[in-house]
């Protein structure tokens, strides 16, 4: 039993834990411990998250009216590709698997750090550094490729500041590229005695293959964008069909990396979700070697389907319907995780923690997201509705309503480890729903106008689609009011909430044997594992056999 | 899900050679190791970007690719090759030399490979300020005599990113080497300690074996 | 069609609509089914076992021996849930993929017998070329029940012609050309839009495709400024002041004939062989050199910079019609007389 680590002194305050462990911003600039350099991320990509949002806010208040009245079209293309690219690279890539997976991962295995302390530091400076050069192209007059840079526009049209927001994502993707480097090596090197792949935790298992994606995808995203810069800069064709090049290879090469992207997104979640599931069921999640081999076959297809982004580029006819049969095989190990969910919560003791409230919303939203996706990966519907706001929605639902949903549940769970405080419980309920609601109001209306035929990036727009325009604006104005409500009682739970225990969850997992929050170096004696994950003790059903 | 272990072995701790987040001597080397061909894996991926825009021009436009192929010089591609598999067998000793703690072989060893390692990019710059000079510099000076000029803009625009890429591996490798030749000096590898050794080897082979890919491919390729 | 307030697909005005939209609402069907199934288990799932006091619940630690077996190696009637929801949807899917790809192919192909219409895009107007040499700006006529087959290309960037009406969409290029077809089936007034990310006014890239009865589009054709020539005998005045009908117009050791050439297959210098289509002719004016025709000597120069992509049509369009004079359909008399020479 390991109760001797979860009594907390007598005295709390003076308890060492890593938060108090040493004082002064040096100790935090300087850390190398992955539970600092999380809440480091946790800060950066919380003010990332507000600029792009911000340019979110903006979009949507153009949008309320066909006409161009709040800014012109120029400003309008700079503020729809800042919105994609802050979010993209310095929000949704990086928010789960750098601010949770760093704090997680070594507690999750029951180790002390990461593999290399130091090189996850420089990671986070990498991503300090490239937020700089994101920020400093936004404040110098922005960009206005649209975040997918496509060429020949960014190349040789484009007059804004291409080549400076550019660099801005090349160099966030080394920071990615390290950060799933350390956790391929963290996981397969230290995990704590006993702690067979097969019993790790589900979200591992997610991790794990994120950082599969991200060492795999992202040093093509890094050759293209350089490719991008030097061509841009002396112009040696390689893109430009007036010098003989095919602006077409950088949509291979672009969507080689940004579709696996859209699964570094997603998949970390999952893996979220996946604990949030097992703890407030209080039962192991149903079909645990299929949802672990799940996410890896996401891993794998994912790297085959990023034609189904092209199917109206000019490609060849067969090339698309090989693209579209493997998108549909991709679309097989997600449903694979939605139905093993969902069968978890059969004859389980359910409980409706705010943690919870998002995993129902994630699943609900992830499922349509996910069969939205069916009409895109159907060539001859694609045909109409690519580029449309059809698109716009279907990925809104599974980056916003499955990513998002997956980190903002898992801030909430992991809340008490990370501050040692609880966050306000009723509070956060009516936050989760205001999202939930928010979130549908925003986005649903979006595919309707979509298959009307509205196209993407659109800054007037024809009357006819303004009804379903002025809709989408009203949600995401209460969106917004659901992201700044746990924005405001996080921070102040911080100083005022409630002491957390060391498992205020009951849950298992070695993160919960460790005091909230936990010491510098996690465990004071290197845990043993000796059953799987999610061991929890049978459930007493009334009038009903006990299972187990 | 757990019990509680038995204190963890720090013995090698105290000799400060393992890092605190490590078990032992042995985790900490086969974490850097793995963490190295990991390293090495995002590195093939990030050359196969540049070698896929290649293959797909060369197919697209052979006769092009081969007009600029005539004018790269083989000789003095041929000798770099040469001198790179040269350093390479240098560096294969050195690591050799660390395992056995004959120090002085390894700083000397050591010291060999970045000579080589200088004499192939004394070489490449060579060769660059010789297309310069003739103008096959993609940019606003760039003239090519003879037909087809767009594409053998784009062939020298690849050969430059491709080994002026490999050429950025190969002065980041210079300054590993030169950290290892100063760590060698103070004595700190031997055959109990020498991960950063084998590590970088690694890595300058690496390096050496892309440009044994990039050497037939934009030199002799095409050639008649 | 009728006003109505509230709209949930677009005016159905081609042959292709109706046969999308069928697909649509099966997927619209079988994504509402998933998602109330999914939503309603769960609903039911968490209220029914919704945690009671009698539970067992872990200790404050989580630390509990003895747990239940959790489910690793399936086996059973779980393994039996298993396979049933993978199989189930991947049946499901691989029928939608035969049904969409068997539209995408119909989509793809444009009859033989379509009428041909040329489509320029450059930031940030559509400019449209019919084969009699009427011109129009951001307006494309077309006669009702005819197919009409759309080559587009691109002066600069990337655009996409894209006609909700006829869910129809297809991106077009610079440096190639891309096609796309439609059977308009309802006269009337529709839009267009440019769907691809174009730069400042990609928003204003929109235009109208005027639907017409048979009758009222010849009126319009008659109606429409052409400059007085067809595109074929604008090619061919191109064709002659550029100097093309020295060496391609008789049989000259210097150049291919390209009388009947378009269409057919070409031996190329080193073995290899291709179909003198359009891509094919426009990628041989504006860079000879990437395919010589077997026999001949590499010596002709480069028109890149010396032709627009409208005049480019406009050649290729006359090369045609040199074509349908060898199978005896006269279009240009100057044309024939041109050939009777040889």
Known sequence: MATQYAVQPPDEERRVHYLNADYGIRSWLLTVDHKRIALLYLGTVTVMFAVGGLFAVLIRLELLTPTGDLMDSDTYNKVFTMHGIVMVFFFLIPAIPAVLGNFLVPLMIGARDLAFPRLNLFSWYLFVFACLFGVGAIASGGVDTGWTFYTPYSTSSSNTHVITATFAAFVVGFSSILTGLNFIVTIHRMRAPGLTWFRMPLFLWAIYATSLIIMLATPVLAITLLLLIVERAFHFGIFDAQLGGDPVLFQHLFWFYSHPAVYIMILPSMGVISELVATFTRKPIFGYTFVAYSSIGIAVLGFLVWGHHMFVSGQSVYAGMVFSLLSYLVAIPSAIKVFNWTATLYQGSVSFQTPMLYAFGFIGLFTIGGLTGLFLAATGLDVHVHDTYFVVAHFHYIMVGGTIMGYLGGLHYWWPKITGRLYPEGLAKIAAFIVFLGFNLTFFPQFVVGYLGMPRRYHMYPPEFQVLNVMSTAGASILGVGYLLPFVYLIWSMRYGRRATANPWGATGLEWQTPSPPPTHNFDVTPVVTEPAYSYPPIQHVRERVVG | ?224 | ?342
């Open chain 2, 1 to 224: 899900m757990a019990e509680a272990g038995h204190a963890a072995p720090l013995a090698d701790e105290k000799h400060g050679l393992v890092s605190h987040q490590f078990e032992d001597v042995e985790q900490q080397r086969s974490a850097a190791a793995l963490g190295m061909w990991a390293f090495l894996v995002t590195e093939v991926l990030f050359f196969g970007g540049l070698f896929l825009a290649y293959t797909v021009y060369r197919r697209l436009y052979p006769e092009a690719f081969a007009a600029g192929s005539h004018h790269l010089d083989v000789t003095l591609g041929s000798v770099n090759t040469l001198v790179l598999i040269g350093s390479s067998l240098t560096m294969a000793l050195s690591v050799h030399a660390a395992q056995t703690g004959d120090n002085k072989a390894l700083v000397r060893l050591l010291l060999a490979t970045m000579l080589l390692g200088a004499v192939f990019l004394g070489i490449k710059v060579v060769e660059y300020a010789e297309k310069f000079r003739d103008h096959l510099v993609p940019g606003v000076h760039f003239h090519w005599h003879g037909p087809d000029e767009g594409h053998v803009r784009l062939f020298y625009g690849l050969y430059f990113m491709m080994t002026g890429m490999h050429a950025v591996h190969m002065i980041i490798g210079e300054g590993l080497l030169g950290w290892l030749v100063i760590q060698g000096r103070r004595g700190r590898f031997g055959p109990h300690y020498n991960t950063p050794v084998d590590l970088i080897g690694l890595y300058w082979h690496f390096v050496d074996i892309v440009w044994i890919f990039l050497f037939p491919l934009l030199y002799l390729l095409g050639r008649h």
């Open chain 3, 1 to 342: 069609m009728p006003e109505r307030l509230f709209r949930f697909i677009p005016d159905q005005a081609s042959t292709l609509a109706p046969a999308v939209d069928n697909l649509y609402f099966f997927l619209v069907a079988l994504s509402a089914f998933f998602s109330i199934l999914i939503a309603g288990l769960l609903i039911y799932f968490a209220v029914k076992f919704r945690r009671r006091p009698e539970h067992a619940i872990a200790d404050e630690h989580g630390v509990v021996r003895g747990g239940q077996d959790p489910e690793h190696g399936a086996h059973g009637p779980a393994l039996a849930l298993e396979i049933a929801w993978t199989v189930i949807p991947l049946v499901i899917v691989l029928g939608i993929f035969f049904w969409s790809n068997r539209l995408f192919f119909l989509i793809s192909r444009p009859p033989a017998d379509a009428m041909e219409v040329f489509v320029v895009g450059k930031q940030w107007m559509w400019k449209v070329q019919h084969p009699e040499g009427q011109r129009e700006i951001n307006q494309l006529h077309v006669p009702v029940g005819r197919p009409v087959r759309l080559t587009m290309s691109s002066e600069d960037v990337i655009h996409s012609f894209f006609m909700p009406a006829f869910r129809v969409k297809m991106d077009v290029l610079p440096g190639r050309y891309t096609t796309a077809w439609f059977q308009a089936t309802r006269p009337g007034t529709y839009p267009l839009y440019c769907a691809e990310y174009c730069g400042t006014l990609h928003s204003g890239m929109i235009g109208q495709i005027v639907v017409m009865h048979p009758d009222a589009y010849q009126a319009w054709l008659e109606g429409a400024p052409s400059g007085g020539q067809t595109l074929a005998s604008a090619g061919e005045g191109l064709f002659k002041s550029f100097g093309c009908a020295a060496c391609h117009l008789t049989d000259s050791p210097r150049g291919p004939r390209l009388a009947g050439a378009y269409g057919k297959p070409v031996s190329l210098e080193g073995g290899a062989s291709a179909v003198a289509d359009e891509g094919y002719l426009r990628e041989s004016i504006l860079n000879p050199q990437a395919k010589i025709v077997a026999g001949y000597p590499p010596i002709m120069p480069t028109f890149q910079g010396q032709v627009t992509e409208e005049q480019l049509i406009q050649l290729i369009a006359y090369v045609k019609s040199l074509g349908a004079e060898e199978g005896g359909a006269a279009r240009s008399a100057q044309g024939a007389s041109e050939l009777r020479k040889d």
